[in-house]
């Protein structure tokens, strides 16, 4: 049997949600080990001067859990 634990990250780019995203996940499992999945709470952009100047996820990051 598997326990897993949810932890919640917020996570940033100057490119893209995807890239957001994957920056994320590539800095939770440096610090978390078994990352299994992760689910997008939500999307922010931030907007300097009418342009989209970064964009941000929170998500929630699930792992399993050792023996």
């Known amino acids: 049997?598997?326990?897993a634990k949810v932890t919640e990250i917020i996570s940033s780019s100057t490119k893209s949600f995807d890239d957001a995203v994957n920056?994320?996940?590539?800095r939770a499992d440096k610090t978390l080990k078994n990352v299994r999945s992760v689910w997008i709470k939500?999307?922010?952009?931030?907007?300097?001067?009418?342009?989209?100047?970064?964009?941000?996820?929170?998500m929630k990051v699930s792992?399993?859990?050792k023996d």
């Open 1 to 3: 049997m598997s326990v």
């Open 23 to 26: 920056e994320g996940v590539k």
């Open 42 to 58: 939500e999307q922010k952009a931030m907007v300097d001067n009418g342009k989209v100047s970064e964009y941000r996820v929170t």
């Open 63 to 65: 792992f399993v859990l």
